[in-house]
T-cell receptor
Framework: NAGVTQTPKFQVLKTGQSMTLQCAQDMNHNSMYWYRQDPGMGLRLIYYSASEGTTDKGEVPNGYNVSRLNKREFSLRLESAAPSQTSVYFC??????????????FGPGTRLTVL | AQSVTQLGSHVSVSEGALVLLRCNYSSSVPPYLFWYVQYPNQGLQLLLKYTSAATLVKGINGFEAEFKKSETSFHLTKPSAHMSDAAEYFCAVTATGYSTLTFGKGTMLLVSP
């Protein structure tokens, strides 16, 4: 099993450009998450999908959109990139069967720079 | 609302010394608590978790943590640091009825020979 995969690994954008970050998991997990990681800020939740067909905003959703394409895939879209969106983006998934005790499994991350 | 405070953005220890990384939480309901580790240029992986069974939780690589309700703490310890323990460590909290984890800001562990 590959676990959680993310593409691309690295990306450089110019201000105003758009792009989609892809995430897929092969563990048959119900819930998926997008985080951003910035120095000294820890991980902050952007959006999540508790189950196929649902999405909800997290702590820092502005400037992002998401799509839960199917149970395996959860994409994050930047419509008009800004330098403030320079960050490392992580996707995670969890089975979400036991009321909060399930482990989240993380992908390797996408390092995004917006010039 | 839930929150986590990790005291110390950086902790330095010598190889063989005790590792102590501090985590205090705030939660209006009984919490579930997690410690994750991030090695350079990698994603996060679970070290251990408290899910209301035993208050002393043992994890991978010799780490353990003790849930202390009276102190609202879940500090991470390891008796003897190895060079390979150098990484960033994150404490996180959730609870029944919550769909998401709330992470602390992280503590970078530096291990010197």
């Amino acid at each position: 099993n590959a676990g959680v995969t993310q593409t691309p690994k690295f990306q450089v954008l110019k201000t105003g450009q758009s792009m989609t970050l892809q995430c897929a998991q092969d563990m048959n997990h119900n819930s998926m998450y997008w985080y951003r990681q910035d120095p000294g800020m820890g991980l902050r939740l952007i959006y999540y999908s508790a189950s196929e067909g649902t999405t909800d905003k997290g702590e820092v959703p502005n400037g992002y959109n998401v799509s839960r394409l199917n149970k395996r895939e959860f994409s994050l879209r930047l419509e008009s990139a800004a330098p403030s969106q320079t960050s490392v983006y992580f996707c995670a998934s969890t089975q979400a069967r036991t009321g909060g005790t399930d482990t989240q499994y993380f992908g390797p991350g996408t390092r995004l720079t917006v010039l | 609302a839930q929150s986590v405070t990790q005291l110390g953005s950086h902790v330095s220890v010598s190889e063989g010394a005790l590792v102590l990384l501090r985590c205090n939480y705030s939660s209006s309901v009984p919490p579930y608590l997690f410690w994750y580790v991030q090695y350079p240029n990698q994603g996060l992986q679970l070290l251990l978790k408290y899910t209301s069974a035993a208050t002393l939780v043992k994890g991978i690589n010799g780490f353990e943590a003790e849930f202390k309700k009276s102190e609202t703490s879940f500090h991470l310890t390891k008796p003897s640091a190895h060079m390979s323990d150098a990484a960033e460590y994150f404490c996180a909290v959730t609870a029944t009825g919550y769909s998401t984890l709330t992470f602390g800001k992280g503590t970078m562990l530096l291990v010197s020979p």
